[in-house]
């Protein structure tokens, strides 16, 4: 039997590097919940509210990772239902049922979603 996926808007944001979340950075304790520059979190600290640092103990920052081959410290980590999962550079952060947030690797996005008009 054959099934096709039901229709399903979802936003999504590409993401490349810590700060390219627009949730990113905004905290209503620092700039009144107005969205700072990644580089002045970055100087402050600070880490992002959506996307985290990937933080792996026992991965060297020179690792590279097995999915993308970019160096595991140019990666993010997303909070979801099951646990941390892993953001490559140039995969989405895609919002779903309920606010969840959590990566789709850019190839299955392009499969799967195409943009609302």
């Given at each position: 039997?054959l ?12 993401w490349f590097?810590n700060?390219d979340?627009?949730?990113d ?7 009144c919940?107005i ?10 600290g600070?880490?992002?509210e ?10 060297p920052?020179?690792?590279?990772c097995?999915?993308c081959?970019?160096?595991v410290?140019?990666h993010?980590?997303?909070s979801?239902p099951?646990?941390a999962a892993v ?7 895609v ?7 959590y990566?789709?690797k850019n190839?299955?996005?392009?499969t799967?979603?195409?943009p609302n008009?």
């Amino acid at each position: 039997m054959l099934y096709t996926r039901k229709t399903l808007s979802v936003e999504a944001t590409r993401w490349f590097q810590n700060g390219d979340h627009p949730l990113d950075y905004v905290n209503p304790r620092i700039g009144c919940g107005i969205s700072m520059p990644a580089e002045i979190a970055e100087q402050l600290g600070l880490e992002g509210e959506l996307v985290k640092r990937f933080n792996a103990p026992g991965f060297p920052p020179e690792a590279t990772c097995a999915s993308c081959g970019q160096r595991v410290d140019a990666h993010g980590a997303v909070s979801t239902p099951s646990g941390a999962a892993v953001v490559c550079p140039g995969d989405w952060i895609v919002t779903g049922v309920d606010d969840v947030h959590y990566p789709v690797k850019n190839t299955v996005f392009t499969t799967l979603y195409q943009p609302n008009e």
